[in-house]
């Protein structure tokens, strides 16, 4: 299953192989902060192809993390581990994304009260989603 995106003024093109016809919503702080609400997003599972890279600005949002987006529109593209093979990318880039299911939400334990989902999502705190990162160690 693969997926096709852009960023908003389509300066940037992408398409990659996915992990499942779903998407995810982050609560943390940095996710909220960068993007004024909670993210959406859906997981790479294969070589991602760009046309327009050299539109493509990285800000290094931690020691391990880092979130990409369009020098030109400031559209928000992807979030990806430094050191490791994991990179997600923004549902709102994605083609036809109104098919994806919401399945899970990270940093329950950070998310505020003024909002919430009524759909029935897996819910992970910032400890397990951390465990599920490392292995379980």
Same mark, same amino acid.
């Given at each position: 299953?693969?997926?096709?995106? %852009?960023?908003? #003024?389509?300066?940037?093109?992408? %398409?990659?192989?996915?992990?499942?016809?779903?998407?995810?919503?982050?609560?943390?702080?940095? #996710?909220?902060?960068?993007?004024?609400?909670?993210? @959406? +997003?859906?997981?790479?599972?294969?070589?991602?192809? @760009?046309?327009?890279?050299?539109?493509?600005?990285?800000?290094?949002? %931690?020691?391990?993390?880092?979130?990409?987006? #369009?020098?030109?529109?400031? +559209?928000?593209?992807?979030?990806?581990?430094?050191?490791?093979?994991?990179?997600?990318?923004?549902?709102?880039?994605?083609?036809?994304?109104?098919?994806?299911?919401?399945?899970?939400?990270? @940093?329950?334990?950070?998310?505020?009260?003024?909002?919430?989902?009524?759909?029935?999502?897996?819910?992970? +705190?910032?400890?397990?989603?951390?465990?599920? @990162?490392?292995?379980? %160690?």
């Amino acid at each position: 299953m693969n997926a096709k995106g %852009s960023c908003l #003024c389509k300066s940037i093109k992408f %398409s990659f192989k996915l992990k499942g016809k779903h998407f995810d919503a982050c609560h943390c702080s940095m #996710c909220r902060n960068w993007g004024g609400g909670p993210a @959406f +997003t859906v997981e790479v599972a294969g070589d991602i192809q @760009f046309e327009g890279e050299e539109n493509i600005k990285v800000y290094r949002s %931690s020691d391990w993390a880092e979130r990409g987006f #369009c020098q030109n529109c400031g +559209t928000h593209l992807f979030y990806r581990l430094k050191d490791k093979n994991f990179c997600n990318f923004n549902l709102g880039t994605i083609e036809n994304n109104e098919e994806f299911q919401f399945t899970t939400e990270i @940093f329950v334990d950070s998310k505020p009260q003024n909002y919430s989902f009524a759909n029935e999502t897996k819910k992970m +705190t910032e400890k397990e989603v951390i465990e599920a @990162f490392n292995g379980g %160690s």
